[in-house]
């Protein structure tokens, strides 16, 4: 079965600084893809970056990336340069091809101070 | 493109009372999946599907129903409401089921039951 972790259940960054959010998944799938999204007070979900198991290089999105570590199923997410904007839940998520389907874990809600 | 549509955007219903959840997208998406959004407990998986006709359970089917006899739509039904099935619903879709695609999600449905 697939699983998802995110352990910080919320964070707190100050605006212009740097904070990473961690996520460990867990699948016996070969082929997987990874997600961070963000789902701000409005409550509509925005897809902020993804991720391909095969690569190995980390994606990038602007000031959004990723630390994907395959071998300890570790995919964290760094945000530079917070914005007040950049206030919202973060939810990781893992899809499988074999399985269909996309596990969210239980999200991380970030506080950025002004 | 309206993308990913809901409706009612808020229901409120009696214990046992039936009801359906509507959902509809544009894009011609093959995979259309649900989900429960509940405090602490990030967003979980209903039901998917992976095509006209074709659905299958995710991690919490219990009480649900849906069908897919369109492309476009895809409708979750609660048979009999309880108290437990109070939160926030999201449907979304993606281009197809597999390769990681992004997921579209609807504004969601803030169901409560009493």
Not at chain 1, 56 to 75: G, I, M, Y
Not at chain 2, 16 to 32: F, K, R, V
Not at chain 2, 35 to 44: A, E, K, S, V
Request: hydrophobic share 30%; charged share 15%.
């Amino acid at each position: 079965a697939q699983t998802v972790t995110q352990s910080q259940p919320e964070m707190s960054v100050q605006e212009a600084e740097t904070v990473t959010l961690s996520c460990t998944y867990d699948t016996s799938e070969s082929d997987y893809y990874l997600f961070w999204y963000k789902q701000p007070p409005s409550r509509q979900m925005i897809l902020v970056i993804r991720q391909e198991a095969y690569k190995q290089q980390n994606a990038t999105e602007n000031r959004f990336s990723v630390n994907f570590q395959k071998a300890a199923k570790s995919f964290s997410l760094k945000i530079s340069d917070s914005q007040l904007g950049d206030a919202a839940m973060y939810f990781c998520a893992c899809h499988t091809s074999g399985t269909y389907k996309y596990i969210f874990g239980t999200g991380t809600r970030l506080k950025v101070l002004a | 493109n309206a993308g990913v549509t809901q409706t009612p955007k808020f229901q409120v219903l009696k214990t046992g009372q039936s009801m359906t959840l509507q959902c509809a997208q544009d894009m011609n998406h093959e995979y259309m999946s649900w989900y429960r959004q509940d405090p602490g407990m990030g967003l979980r998986l209903i039901h998917y599907s992976v095509g006209a006709g074709i659905t299958d359970q995710g991690e919490v089917p219990n009480g649900y129903n849906v069908s897919r006899s369109t492309t476009e739509d895809f409708p979750l039904r609660l048979l009999s409401a309880a108290p437990s099935q109070t939160s926030v619903y999201f449907c979304a879709s993606s281009y197809s089921w597999g390769g990681g695609n992004e997921q579209f999600f609807g504004p969601g449905t803030r169901l409560t039951v009493l």
